[in-house]
Nanobody, 116 residues
Framework: QLQFVESGGGLVQPGGSLRLSCATSGFTFSSYIMSWYRQAPGKEREWVASISNNSNGRTYADSVKGRSTISRDNAKNTVYLQMNSLKPEDTAVYYC?????????WGQGTQVNVSS
């Protein structure tokens, strides 16, 4: 059974940090490119970062580059997003995503609120 459990979201002050986690099961995690997306209120979902199946390739949206690090642990079937120097515009629901070819899976999302 396919399962995504995202955690680590919450309320944080500007300049703070959060580490999001997405624990998965039900598919061959190590064969999939894993990504994080986010969707702010009233806006379309946007890509944040991706990591290749063996962690050799990592890419970031310009909006988070230099402030965020995506990582994965294939032994734990889990992908992470470390976010630093958070800004109010980082407020959104963050979703993890698994992709292999045309196969695409989504998590249920975790809310991140950046506010003083």
């Amino acid at each position: 059974q396919l399962q995504f459990v995202e955690s680590g979201g919450g309320l944080v002050q500007p300049g703070g940090s959060l580490r999001l986690s997405c624990a998965t099961s039900g598919f061959t995690f190590s064969s999939y490119i894993m990504s994080w997306y986010r969707q702010a209120p009233g806006k379309e979902r946007e890509w944040v970062a991706s990591i290749s199946n063996n962690s050799n390739g990592r890419t970031y949206a310009d909006s988070v580059k230099g402030r965020s690090t995506i990582s994965r642990d294939n032994a734990k079937n889990t992908v992470y997003l470390q976010m630093n120097s958070l800004k109010p515009e980082d407020t959104a629901v963050y979703y993890c995503n698994a992709r292999r070819g045309l196969t695409l899976y989504w998590g249920q999302g975790t809310q991140v609120n950046v506010s003083s």
